[in-house]
């Protein structure tokens, strides 16, 4: 077995674990293979263990390298979860299967055209700055109940929320303050959870955790 499956395996089981601990089913949680800078010879070997939803953090980059493993592999999913410009939008809904950084108002408004334009809806994920650090993407914890109501306005269905909480801090309590909102808007996603706590992440109601390093070892 190559060194990614076994990488594959062994988080596949840590998520297990994490989510048994918590009185969760393991299959409620979708492991977002994080592929970003990592070129198509090093994904194939995760694809043929089995790996089907893959993470982008830009546009330019997943319409590069996916066209081709996606004819491939037809049934892979693609996420963007990096930050996107509203011109990108068409593109975007064109390419992503979800679309986890929508944090502002013009971005709403170009994905609901996208949208409209495309007949498609990706799963939409309101990206929170939950930390509510400076220079950190993400909408206001105070800016949310009102991006969620423009969202619905524009016809957006809304499937959860993401975030990154801020770095060198115990992650826990930023988890639980995410969970906790999309519990108070009736929202079943949860974005939230990467290669140093996951684990975490998946015992603080995780539906999706978003993991690079650990699976592909370390970005250039
Ligand atoms: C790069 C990235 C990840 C993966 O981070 P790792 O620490 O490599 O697992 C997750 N989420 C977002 C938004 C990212 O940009």
Not at 14 to 27: E, S
Not at 113 to 126: H, N, W, Y
Not at 151 to 162: F, V, Y
Request: net charge negative; proline share 4%.
């Amino acid at each position: 077995m190559s060194d990614a499956a076994d990488r594959l395996n062994e988080i596949k089981t840590k998520i297990t674990n994490a989510a048994a601990r918590a009185h969760r089913k393991a299959d409620d949680i979708c492991l977002i293979a994080v592929s970003k800078t990592h070129d198509a010879a090093a994904i194939r070997p995760l694809i043929a263990a089995g790996q089907r939803h893959f993470g982008e953090n830009r546009v330019q980059e997943a319409a590069a390298k996916w066209p081709e493993l996606r004819a491939e592999t037809p049934d892979i999913k693609l996420h963007l979860i990096g930050q996107l410009q509203s011109n990108k939008a068409d593109e975007a809904v064109a390419m992503f299967d979800a679309i986890h950084s929508v944090d502002r108002s013009s971005l709403v408004q170009a994905l609901a055209k996208a949208c409209d334009k495309a007949g498609r809806q990706p799963q939409l994920f309101v990206q929170v700055n939950i930390g509510d650090e400076e220079q950190k993407g993400g909408c206001k914890v105070a800016d949310l109940p009102a991006l969620l109501a423009e969202a619905k306005a524009a016809g957006l269905k809304i499937e959860g929320l993401m975030a990154i909480p801020p770095a060198d801090i115990e992650p826990a309590p930023f988890f639980a303050l995410l969970d906790e909102l999309a519990e108070r808007h009736a929202l079943t996603g949860r974005s939230m959870g990467m290669s140093g706590d996951y684990e975490t992440a998946v015992m603080l109601g995780a539906t999706h955790v978003r993991v690079g390093t650990a699976l592909f070892g370390t970005r250039d």
